[in-house]
């Protein structure tokens, strides 16, 4: 038995799916059938209890579970040390994000990391906040962005940074030139609000019913409120980060109220006990960096 075969079978126990495991190691569902197989037969032990409609372990396979999670630990360990001996910067980092986060908080870390290692290919994938989790606890991915992270015994979140929200409006409205604003004075203005899906439209609502506001008109993601807004179909608030570029390009104006601050903490999140190879790492360090303070390239 090779290392990959028991990393095949961890990630098919931990996935509890033939196709996700083949799709992780770039095999075929059939071959991940054949190296369970063959498992089998190496251990002269049935691993999957195949009497059951979902997937399940014997007893014999929770303890080849067990023993072969550690040996592929040690092997990702190993790796990692050899590499840091090397000095080596090498290798591929995964991402999944919301939209909002990998659309406009994360281009410039990429770029900085792409910059100071240039051998590390980094994919990104942009997802809902459900499949964000999803994909970190079935090891699809090595890190998750997510905003209003969400407490899970399996996944690790490390704070990234903390959003604010903000009111935004066309630039030639009457708000965009009094400085702060009261959550007051929106009783009045053709408020523009988010469909639920999100834990931003949540915060964002629950803003609206404190101070009995009704939004005319609902769209499903922020861009499609940004641009209503640009046009000058209303106001809304919406995460500061996500209205940077079209403020600096004149195309909005964005407030902060008066008196309140509403925050939008940001996380990045991984597997537990997960081993950290030196790309990852140097990742994360990207992440930690204080953008403003670098110097323009």
């Known amino acids: ?45 049935l691993l999957i209890d195949r ?3 979902r997937f399940q372990l014997t007893r014999e396979g929770m303890r080849v579970y ?6 592929v630990h040690q ?4 790796l990692r040390d050899l590499q840091e001996m090397k000095k080596i910067i090498s290798g591929t980092v995964r991402i999944s994000t919301i939209y909002s986060i990998g659309l406009h908080v994360l281009p410039p870390y990429l770029k900085k990391f792409q910059h100071d290692y240039p051998s590390v ?18 090891n699809s991915v090595d890190f998750g962005l997510v905003a209003f992270p969400v407490k899970m015994p399996q996944i690790e979140m490390i704070p990234f940074l903390n959003d ?3 009111l935004i409006t066309h630039p030639t409205h009457p708000l965009a030139h009094g400085g702060d604003v009261k959550l007051s004075t929106l009783a009045g203005e053709r408020l523009i609000g988010l469909d639920p899906g999100g834990p931003a439209h949540e915060l964002i609502d629950q803003i609206l019913r404190e101070n009995k506001i009704d939004p005319i008109m609902k769209f499903d993601n922020i861009e499609a409120v940004k641009k209503a ?18 403020v600096k390009q004149g195309l909005l104006a964005a407030m902060q109220f008066k008196g309140r601050k509403f925050i939008r903490p940001l996380a990045i999140l991984h597997r537990k006990g997960r081993v950290f190879m030196p790309e990852m790492k140097k ?8 953008l403003s303070r670098e110097p323009k390239s």
């Open 229 to 246: 807004v640009e046009i000058d179909a209303g106001v809304a608030i919406v995460p500061q980060l996500t209205v940077l570029q079209e």
């Open 121 to 138: 290919n980094v994919n990104v994938v942009y997802r809902r906040t459900n499949l964000v989790y999803e994909d970190i606890l079935n």
């Open 1 to 45: 038995m090779q290392v990959e075969n028991f990393k095949v079978f961890v990630d098919l126990v931990e996935t509890k799916s033939f196709s996700k495991s083949a799709k992780l190691n770039g095999i075929t569902k059939a071959a991940v059938s054949q190296q369970t197989s063959a498992m089998e037969r190496h251990f002269k032990a």
């Open 51 to 53: 009497s059951q409609k």
């Open 75 to 78: 092997h990702e360990k190993i």
């Open 66 to 71: 067990d023993g072969a999670k550690e040996l």
């Open 164 to 166: 604010h929200f903000v």
């Open 283 to 290: 990742f994360i360090e990207t992440l930690s960096t204080d």
